[in-house]
């Protein structure tokens, strides 16, 4: 399964952006998929997750902010990231959460947020 981030940019801290996470081929419905981020000079980081069945999980640096959901029917995951913050610029990628615990996971190029202040 290939899944490509997008709807990354830039805007100024407490402003909002919505990523879209879509899946080239066969859409995984019933597998958990999760946002990831990797700043300059850090790891990549989990930041929210969702089940097939719609239940989700947040780092606590964006719970309250933002808040994630999936759309099978459209083959898409969303993030909505409010009350942005500097400190959440990052290139920004989706994934199923398995293919990255099995070390399986394919990353694509993601997207890229940066937050001014």
């Known amino acids: 399964v290939q899944l490509q981030a997008s709807g990354g940019g830039l805007v100024q801290a407490g402003e909002s952006l919505t990523l879209s996470c879509a899946a080239s081929g066969s859409f995984p419905s019933t597998n958990a998929i999760a946002w990831y981020r990797q700043a300059p000079g850090k790891q990549r980081e989990p930041v929210a997750g969702i089940t097939g069945g719609g239940t989700t999980t947040y780092v606590d640096s964006v719970k309250g902010r933002f808040t994630v959901s999936r759309d099978n029917a459209k083959k898409t995951v969303y993030l909505q990231m409010n009350n942005l913050k500097p400190e959440d610029t990052a290139v920004y990628y989706c994934?199923?959460?398995?293919?990255?615990?099995?070390?399986?996971?394919?990353w694509g190029q993601g997207t890229q947020v940066t937050v001014s202040s």
């Open positions: 994934n199923v959460v398995r293919e990255v615990l099995t070390g399986r996971a394919s």
